[in-house]
């Protein structure tokens, strides 16, 4: 493999190199995320936490050797992703949105000079990486984006405004989506590797939200950034294939998280109902409960499965729309429905902070939304499957 020949495969994850790197990954995350997973919560994500990621390697999972990354697999980076958000969601996210939604355009479409100037920062955590898509207008319809990248003489010049942008008010860099020929509509898009500490960048604070509080979300604001064609990613007016492109690997990659909430919420579930006795017996003695279970249980083994069958699919590049957008929108409801649940069990104290589930469930219901909503998910489904129908007729 060459710098500019990258090639990412999911072969890697059965040698003995990927079981090591996993075992490192829990060691990892037990020492790091696990007891440290209140205070994220509480205070964010601090810096040295983020770095710690970087000088174990974990932002560059999937990033080619030459960088400094461990060349891994998809089914790897899901892995990380998962065990991370089985105790911080949040950090979960954070570090999806760093490791996997900036890096890969950046690994898959980025000249030579990006990647050096680039990969090595983001893989030691130096720098944070975001990606940013969706506007105040343009939500689930992001493709009716307005910020534009108009070229004068030889440069571009970017405004707009950005919402929602995970990572935002720590990134130094992120993939921004940008129309460069806005008479071609969403055919004129182009992604640009933005620095955010050049002029004409603001940020906006981090946003008060329901759940992922550990994860910073928040505005960017662009006013007249000067940004060279060199900070195009791909091609001009062909960011829509870049943006394309991602979509489904991103969806199963978000998958992950509430996979992995739905392993905490079994975890706890199980350690309470073992011990709290009502009516003279623990409550994993009623069948009703034991019922509560079976269904928690059954959710994560069907989770898992669709992951698994999806990054089989990866690899043999036979990842349909309707498939990626079903893993994520099966994931993501277990996650709530499941996190839902396992209050329910813990009862009075399901609600309260002393337990991790209250948490768990206000962080699942971000995957109903971000990246593409439930309904979003459904209408690729329904029309890929509906068409796939007339085409046999
Ligand atoms: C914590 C968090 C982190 C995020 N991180 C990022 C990030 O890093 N980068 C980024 O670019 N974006 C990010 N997002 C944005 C996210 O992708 C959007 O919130 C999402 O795509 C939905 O867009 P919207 O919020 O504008 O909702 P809207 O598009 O306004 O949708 C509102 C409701 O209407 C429904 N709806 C819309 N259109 C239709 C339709 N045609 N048919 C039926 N129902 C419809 C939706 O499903 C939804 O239920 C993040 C969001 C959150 C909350």
Redesign the pocket.
């Known amino acids: 493999m060459t710098k500019d020949n990258i090639t990412i495969t999911d072969q890697a994850y059965t040698s003995e190199l990927a079981e090591s790197i996993e075992i490192g990954i829990t060691d990892f995350v037990d020492k790091f995320i696990a007891t440290h997973a209140k205070k994220i919560e509480k205070f964010m994500i601090s810096k040295d936490l983020w770095q710690s990621l970087g000088d174990f390697g974990l932002l560059g999972v999937q990033a080619p050797e030459v960088y400094g990354g461990l060349n891994q697999s998809y089914s790897l980076q899901a892995k990380a992703i998962e065990q991370i958000s089985q105790h911080s969601p949040a950090m979960g996210l954070s570090y999806l ?1 760093h490791s996997h ?1 900036c890096m890969h355009p950046i690994i898959q479409h980025g000249s030579p000079a990006q990647k050096d100037f680039w990969l090595p920062q983001l893989i030691k955590g130096k720098t944070i990486g ?5 506007e105040p207008n343009a ?4 493709l009716a984006m307005k910020t534009t990248a108009e070229l004068k003489k030889n440069h571009y010049y970017l405004n707009g405004q ?1 919402i ?3 990572n935002g008010p720590d990134a130094g860099v992120a993939v921004v989506y940008a129309n460069t020929n806005p008479k071609q509509k969403y055919r004129g898009i182009t992604a640009f590797i933005v620095d955010l500490t050049k002029p004409g960048v603001t940020k906006s604070e981090p946003i008060e ?1 329901l759940g ?1 509080r550990g ?1 910073k ?1 928040g505005s960017l604001y662009f006013n007249n950034v000067k940004l060279s064609q060199d900070d195009v990613l791909g091609s001009v007016d062909e960011g829509l294939s870049i943006l394309m492109d991602g979509l489904n690997i991103e969806r199963v990659m978000l998958s992950a998280g509430p996979l992995g909430i739905q392993k905490s919420c079994l975890k706890t579930v199980l350690e309470y109902t073992a011990q709290r006795e009502q009516f003279g017996k623990c409550l994993n003695q009623f069948q009703l409960t034991q019922a509560k279970i079976a269904d928690m249980y059954t959710s994560i083994e069907s989770s898992q499965a669709m992951l698994t069958e999806a990054f089989k699919r990866i690899n043999e590049n036979t990842l349909t729309n309707a498939y990626a957008a079903s893993v994520y929108l099966h994931c993501s409801r277990a996650g709530v429905a499941t996190s839902m649940e396992a209050i329910q069990l813990l009862g009075g104290n399901g609600y309260t902070e002393d337990y991790p589930v209250e948490m768990l469930m206000r962080d699942a219901k ?1 995957f109903d ?8 998910r459904q ?1 690729i489904i329904a029309k890929e499957i509906i068409k796939d129908f007339k085409n046999k007729l």
């Open positions: 949105a939604l975001a990606i940013a898509i969706s939500g689930s319809d992001a950005k929602w942008i995970t939200k992922m994860s979300t971000l939304i971000g990246g593409g909503t439930n309904e979003i209408m």
